[in-house]
């Protein structure tokens, strides 16, 4: 397995933002979603992230 996004996403936003606090989520992905499929899961884990008591800690 390939893992492109990696520090390749987590790293860059040390530097463009090092005084913020901003959530990051690391999730496992897969080859075989098209985009429509990854936008969805975005969506739902959003929505859930949103609806979630711990919705203070993440900053949306």
């Known amino acids: ?6 520090y390749g996403t987590v790293v860059p936003l040390r ?3 090092p005084n913020e606090d901003i959530a990051v989520i690391s999730l496992s992905v897969t080859w075989a979603a098209n985009l429509e499929e ?3 899961w975005g969506q739902v884990i959003g929505k ?5 008591k711990k919705k203070d ?3 949306m």
């Open 1 to 6: 397995p390939t893992y492109i996004w990696d």
């Open 15 to 17: 530097y463009l933002a």
């Open 38 to 40: 990854t936008y969805t």
């Open 48 to 52: 859930v992230l949103r609806e979630s």
């Open 57 to 59: 800690d993440v900053c």
